[in-house]
């Protein structure tokens, strides 16, 4: 079966632009989350989707950071006005509710901002 | 609050060898623990997890993890490694006492090398 997938898999980008990343999660996941993986780093949490509930933001670095859901499918990430700094691999990952339920991740998008 | 720390940047092993990945976790309650394997390029894959029960948990690709409660460790091992297994390997967390954080603490990971 389809795995969650995301585009595009290679973004380069000037610095101060905005820029969107989409995640599509696997079909009956109704959890999604997003991570930024900086070179040489672990994962860093950013947003939490589950249902219709209120996301978890407590990992968004900045307000230049958002991230939208449309239902239980795909989402978006938008970095307005992108740094340098915000150079990264960013993953998505989707599960089943429930507490015990794994992860599963994308491929993820390589951000490059110049 | 929830941390893993995985102390080696990289493990060396020759091929066929037995290969052990370190993992220390601190949480506040009873943990969750996975291990993920990241390839060149690829998304993270889920290796193995523990809950509860047995401390020695198999998962896949001939990988198994040992939970060690006393001293907060999930180290992954494998009997036998193979080149194929060279990889970026991430250690992750979380509470179950957190009922309102779902997404997982993780390591920094650790870059296996095995040498034919």
């Known amino acids: 079966g389809a795995g969650v997938s995301q585009s595009p898999s290679n973004k380069v980008t000037e610095k101060g632009k905005d820029v969107e990343l989409r995640c599509d999660p696997i079909?009956?996941?109704?959890?999604l989350y997003w991570y930024r993986q900086r070179l040489g780093q672990g994962l860093e949490f950013l947003i939490y989707f589950q249902g219709n509930s209120a996301p978890d933001k407590s990992g968004l670095p900045s307000d230049r950071f958002s991230a939208e859901r449309t239902g239980e499918s795909v989402s978006t990430l938008t970095i307005q006005r992108t740094q340098q700094e915000d150079s990264a691999v960013y993953l998505c990952?989707?599960?089943?509710?429930?507490?015990?339920?794994?992860?599963?991740f994308g491929p993820g998008t390589r951000l490059t901002v110049l | 609050a929830q941390s893993v720390a995985q102390p080696e940047d990289q493990v060396n092993v020759a091929e066929g060898n037995p290969l052990t990945v370190k993992c220390t976790y601190s949480?506040?309650?009873?943990?969750?623990l996975f291990w993920y394997v990241q390839y060149p390029n690829r998304g993270l894959q889920f290796l193995l997890k523990?809950?509860?029960?047995?401390?020695l948990v198999k998962g896949s690709y001939g990988f198994e993890a040992e939970f060690n409660k006393s001293q907060t460790s999930f180290h992954l091992k494998k009997p036998s490694a193979l080149v194929s297994d060279s990889a970026l390997y991430f250690c992750?967390?979380?509470?179950?006492?957190?009922?309102?954080?779902?997404?997982?603490?993780f390591g920094s990971g650790t870059r296996l090398q095995v040498q034919p």
């Open positions: 079909s009956g996941h109704t959890a």
């Open positions: 992750a967390v979380r509470d179950l006492m957190d009922t309102g954080r779902r997404a997982l603490t």
């Open positions: 523990y809950i509860t029960g047995d401390n």
């Open positions: 990952a989707s599960s089943f509710i429930g507490q015990y339920n794994e992860q599963f």
């Open positions: 949480v506040s309650g009873n943990p969750y």
